[in-house]
């Protein structure tokens, strides 16, 4: 568990890819003090979050060294289901990522970033 998000879980899994079912809690710490009146996931949480999985499954370092891109189309709010899909890119360095909405597939955040 990190930051109050309970454990992901594994839809489908390879060597340099991996899509994750992901429930963010309203009771996270990440909530804390962001606009109180209406509560939403910061982009350093979503940034925070995919670091994490990409270290846990593809042994990455915990760090963005170099972002070639992010992008946040919509917010996540609490006790959203959201899929992360994250690629590992092992030949150029680079994770790709997208997540977006587990019923609707309405994209919050997309990038890539080398490491």
């Known amino acids: ?11 489908e899994k390879t060597d340099n890819s ?3 079912k992901v429930k ?3 009771s996270s ?7 109180p009146e209406f ?3 910061p982009a350093v949480a979503q940034i925070d979050l995919l670091v994490h999985y ?3 499954y593809f042994g990455l370092p915990l760090s963005t060294p170099s972002i070639k891109r992010f992008k946040f189309s919509d917010k996540i709010l609490p006790d959203a289901n959201v899929l992360f899909k ?3 890119d092992s030949e150029k360095g680079r994770v790709s990522f ?3 909405d587990f019923a609707d597939g309405r994209v919050y955040s997309s990038g890539i970033y080398s490491i």
Do not use: C
Request: net charge negative; charged share 25%.
């Open 86 to 88: 994250i690629d590992f």
């Open 98 to 100: 997208e997540v977006s």
């Open 18 to 20: 991996i899509s994750l």
């Open 39 to 41: 509560k939403l996931l």
């Open 29 to 35: 710490d990440y909530f804390d003090g962001h606009f």
């Open 1 to 11: 568990m990190i930051h109050g998000i309970p454990a992901e879980e594994i839809l």
């Open 54 to 56: 990409a270290q846990k």
């Open 24 to 26: 963010i809690d309203a």
